[in-house]
């Protein structure tokens, strides 16, 4: 069921538009109880480099999301990196480096 | 271990450890007892012969400052040498700067690169500072010309509480005629004082906050506001394109010296001031020095600069007052600091300009969240207040703009 619905990779300015900017969780709570819902069907998830950039530049009430919500962020295994660098490549210029 | 991530190894692209450490100017040692590990396993790592792990590359990635992701990348990027922007420093070899310097001035240039494409971006026009100066002037005429871009009148600068209202009001007038000013930390003063970057449009100067005397900030802005004007002027190159010798560079440096001081103290206001005071030339000592320098918002050391280019104090006079000043020098309290808040902070570092085009980018859309906290240094939560700053600019004339 996994494989046919998709898994989304979530990257911080997604968690920074939902929580911080567009849709805080005190007014949209509905959205939370979705997405909660999602990550229990294990239909989402973020690399742990998203963690620590939310960690980063988040406000206080997402970094507290975060650190309660711990196993939606995966370690960088090394499917995830090959996929990275494979993006890198095909998008040189992505990257400031 | 400290988490999940820390048993992988990263698939990392050796030669990019290699020249992420090189651009940084750092030797393996260092950068291996940073990261608690031996330099034969560094050196590993860089030939290829080991991976390091996740922990370890973004360990890496922090301490030189660059993306995680650049580690992944297939070759190294090419980048111009940094010393093709920077002008010639006194003392600072081009290509063999500090680890401290090259961090400073590559996050400096990075910045002016995101306010062009910020402008680019939201359609607004961008500065074009074209005055310049030439060697053959003299100092004076050179520095009334930028007194006169500036706008500062005798009258404002007088009427200023302190010496941080004269560092704000004077950085302001520099941003306003299409330069950005951006102070970093942690170089040595021994090493440089300001600096700037000769790119057009909107060259950098950049004031190192290890200055604690907002007076002396100024002075060293204006310094290098010269050094700009003599580049528009073509007279200097960035320290890659420089020639001239050190006893050739030296006279450019006090003749730059010589007009920023014109530029900060007019002529004419001092004579003024020099009539009523009625100071025989050698007797200048550091308390009546001092009281004038506190008019001009100034510190004492430009003000005997000044007495000095203006024939008010004898060279022997001058040598003699600047031993008195450094003996008193000595009696001072280091420095206590004071509270500067995550915005003040962020505005001291990047200046207002910058600061109003990431939040005008923000808000039209035209970046993310991520990439304004990146910009800017700051934590989302500050945006508010940094909105809130942006909008009074009449502040507090106690507040540190320290930029660390």
């Given at each position: 069921m996994m494989a046919n619905e998709g898994v989304y990779s979530l990257d911080t300015s997604f968690f920074m538009d939902w929580q911080?900017?567009?849709?805080?969780v005190d007014v949209f709570a509905s959205l939370e109880n979705k997405i909660e819902e999602m990550i229990a069907a294990g239909r989402c998830g973020a690399v742990r480099l998203v963690k620590e950039e939310i960690d980063s530049v988040g406000t206080p009430g997402l970094r507290a999301w975060a650190k309660s919500h711990s196993g939606l962020f995966v370690p960088m295994t090394p499917e995830i990196q090959l996929e990275g660098a494979a993006i890198e490549a095909k998008y040189p210029d992505l990257m400031d480096p | 271990m400290t988490s999940m991530s820390t048993s992988f190894n990263a698939l990392v692209n050796p030669p990019l450890l290699v020249w992420a450490r090189e651009e940084s100017g750092y030797p393996p040692e260092l950068v291996a007892d940073r990261l608690k590990v031996k330099p034969e396993r560094l050196l590993a790592w860089e030939r290829g012969d080991l991976k390091p792990t996740v922990r370890q590359v973004q360990l890496l990635a922090k301490f030189y400052h660059r993306?995680?992701?650049?580690?992944?990348?297939?070759q190294p990027p090419l980048l111009p040498p940094i010393a093709g922007e920077y002008r010639r420093l006194p003392g600072v070899e081009p290509g063999a700067e500090s680890p401290e310097l090259r961090l400073a001035l590559r996050i400096m240039s990075q910045r002016r690169q995101i306010a062009l494409q910020l402008l680019e971006e939201l359609g607004n026009p961008i500065a074009e500072f074209e005055t310049s100066a030439h060697l053959l002037e003299g100092p004076n005429e050179v520095g009334n010309r930028l007194r006169s871009l500036l706008g500062v009148t005798n009258e404002e600068q007088l009427g200023w509480t302190d010496e941080w209202e004269g560092w704000r009001c004077w950085r302001e007038a520099v941003e306003a005629a299409g330069i950005l000013v951006f102070q970093f930390p942690k170089v040595p003063l021994n090493q440089v004082r300001g600096l700037s970057l000769?790119?057009?449009?909107l060259p950098v100067i950049g004031i190192n906050?290890?200055?604690?005397a907002p007076g002396a900030r100024v002075f060293t802005l204006l310094h290098e506001l010269t050094h700009i004007a003599l580049s528009v002027g073509q007279e200097e190159e960035p320290a890659l394109g420089e020639t001239r010798d050190d006893a050739a560079w030296s006279k450019v440096e006090r003749w730059a010296e010589e007009a920023a001081s014109a530029a900060l103290i007019p002529a004419n206001v001092l004579a003024g001031f020099l009539g009523r005071m009625s100071?025989?030339?050698?007797?200048?000592d550091v308390p009546l020095v001092r009281s004038l320098a506190v008019k001009f918002r100034v510190t004492p050391l430009a003000m005997a600069t000044r007495l000095r280019v203006e024939g008010a104090l004898t060279w022997e006079g001058y040598d003699l007052w600047k031993a008195g000043w450094a003996e008193y020098l000595k009696t001072l309290k280091p420095r206590s600091g004071g509270f500067a808040s995550p915005v003040d902070k962020a505005l001291g570092r990047g200046g207002r300009p910058l600061a109003q085009l990431v939040v005008e980018a923000l808000d039209a859309n035209r970046i993310t969240a991520v990439e304004a906290c990146r910009h800017l240094d700051l934590?989302?939560?500050?945006f508010d207040k940094l909105r809130a700053e942006l909008r009074d600019r009449a502040r507090s004339t106690h507040t540190i703009d320290d930029g660390e």
């Amino acid at each position: 069921m996994m494989a046919n619905e998709g898994v989304y990779s979530l990257d911080t300015s997604f968690f920074m538009d939902w929580q911080a900017r567009h849709y805080p969780v005190d007014v949209f709570a509905s959205l939370e109880n979705k997405i909660e819902e999602m990550i229990a069907a294990g239909r989402c998830g973020a690399v742990r480099l998203v963690k620590e950039e939310i960690d980063s530049v988040g406000t206080p009430g997402l970094r507290a999301w975060a650190k309660s919500h711990s196993g939606l962020f995966v370690p960088m295994t090394p499917e995830i990196q090959l996929e990275g660098a494979a993006i890198e490549a095909k998008y040189p210029d992505l990257m400031d480096p | 271990m400290t988490s999940m991530s820390t048993s992988f190894n990263a698939l990392v692209n050796p030669p990019l450890l290699v020249w992420a450490r090189e651009e940084s100017g750092y030797p393996p040692e260092l950068v291996a007892d940073r990261l608690k590990v031996k330099p034969e396993r560094l050196l590993a790592w860089e030939r290829g012969d080991l991976k390091p792990t996740v922990r370890q590359v973004q360990l890496l990635a922090k301490f030189y400052h660059r993306p995680f992701g650049v580690f992944f990348l297939p070759q190294p990027p090419l980048l111009p040498p940094i010393a093709g922007e920077y002008r010639r420093l006194p003392g600072v070899e081009p290509g063999a700067e500090s680890p401290e310097l090259r961090l400073a001035l590559r996050i400096m240039s990075q910045r002016r690169q995101i306010a062009l494409q910020l402008l680019e971006e939201l359609g607004n026009p961008i500065a074009e500072f074209e005055t310049s100066a030439h060697l053959l002037e003299g100092p004076n005429e050179v520095g009334n010309r930028l007194r006169s871009l500036l706008g500062v009148t005798n009258e404002e600068q007088l009427g200023w509480t302190d010496e941080w209202e004269g560092w704000r009001c004077w950085r302001e007038a520099v941003e306003a005629a299409g330069i950005l000013v951006f102070q970093f930390p942690k170089v040595p003063l021994n090493q440089v004082r300001g600096l700037s970057l000769l790119k057009f449009p909107l060259p950098v100067i950049g004031i190192n906050t290890k200055e604690s005397a907002p007076g002396a900030r100024v002075f060293t802005l204006l310094h290098e506001l010269t050094h700009i004007a003599l580049s528009v002027g073509q007279e200097e190159e960035p320290a890659l394109g420089e020639t001239r010798d050190d006893a050739a560079w030296s006279k450019v440096e006090r003749w730059a010296e010589e007009a920023a001081s014109a530029a900060l103290i007019p002529a004419n206001v001092l004579a003024g001031f020099l009539g009523r005071m009625s100071v025989a030339r050698g007797a200048w000592d550091v308390p009546l020095v001092r009281s004038l320098a506190v008019k001009f918002r100034v510190t004492p050391l430009a003000m005997a600069t000044r007495l000095r280019v203006e024939g008010a104090l004898t060279w022997e006079g001058y040598d003699l007052w600047k031993a008195g000043w450094a003996e008193y020098l000595k009696t001072l309290k280091p420095r206590s600091g004071g509270f500067a808040s995550p915005v003040d902070k962020a505005l001291g570092r990047g200046g207002r300009p910058l600061a109003q085009l990431v939040v005008e980018a923000l808000d039209a859309n035209r970046i993310t969240a991520v990439e304004a906290c990146r910009h800017l240094d700051l934590r989302f939560e500050h945006f508010d207040k940094l909105r809130a700053e942006l909008r009074d600019r009449a502040r507090s004339t106690h507040t540190i703009d320290d930029g660390e």
